[in-house]
T-cell receptor, first 115, second 111 residues
């Protein structure tokens, strides 16, 4: 595909359920980032990967949040025991090579609503 | 803690006018990015500024970076309605690609 894709685009879940959000980066991109964007705010960093290695997870709010990228391509962000405060737009971005002078290309996002 | 602050947060302007959006950040960095976001859409990369004094222009938008002042500006020349959007600056302090975003500036250009 031409760009970063994410699925599902919308997810409504009940409090206490687990959700998995998927990100498919641009083919060949080494680095993959997860951000969370609240309405009217800029994206907030969550975690990122170079290839399959998680380099930084300092932005994950708590241990209910986890992410993986087992084969260095598709990534999954999992939120366990969701809470209403987890409701937000979750965005994924990828770049050719992180830590350098590369542009991050953002996906369309997954809108999560926790009831 | 790195802070990125934009001002103004909201800007309503007439077509044909010029204006500047400011992006201040609190810690040394020589990597600054500008993104555009249309309502309900994703973020589109506009500019990547990678050194002190860097200036880039695309159409009616021009971005500059002063790393000593920790300031970037996005200048709009002769605004047109199509430029209405929210503009974000973002700083990469750790040279890792971990971006810290400003709050965004919502630009509304009126005919």
């Amino acid at each position: 595909g031409a760009g970063v894709s994410q699925s599902p685009r919308y997810k409504v879940t009940k409090r206490g359920q687990d959700v998995a959000l998927r990100c498919d980066p641009i083919s060949g991109h080494v680095s993959l980032y997860w951000y969370r964007q609240a309405l009217g705010q800029g994206p907030e960093f969550l975690t990122y990967f170079n290839y399959e290695a998680q380099q930084d997870k300092s932005g994950l709010p708590n241990d209910r949040f986890s992410a993986e990228r087992p084969e260095g391509s598709i990534s999954t962000l999992t939120i366990q025991r969701t809470e209403q405060r987890d409701s937000a737009m979750y965005r994924c971005a990828s770049s050719l090579a992180g830590g350098r002078k590369e542009t991050q290309y953002f996906g369309p996002g997954t809108r999560l609503l926790v009831l | 803690e790195l802070k990125v602050e934009q001002n103004p947060l909201f800007l309503s302007m007439q077509e044909g006018k010029n204006y500047t959006i400011y992006c201040n950040y609190s810690t040394t960095s020589d990597r600054l990015y500008w993104y555009r976001q249309d309502p309900g859409k994703s973020l589109e990369s506009l500019f990547v500024l990678l050194s002190n004094g860097a200036v880039k222009q695309e159409g009616r938008l021009m971005a500059s970076l002063d790393t000593k002042a920790r300031l970037s500006t996005l200048h709009i020349t002769a605004a047109v309605h199509d430029l209405s959007a929210t503009y974000f600056c973002a700083v990469d302090m750790w040279v890792t690609g971990k971006l810290i975003f400003g709050q965004g500036t919502t630009l509304q250009v009126k005919p």
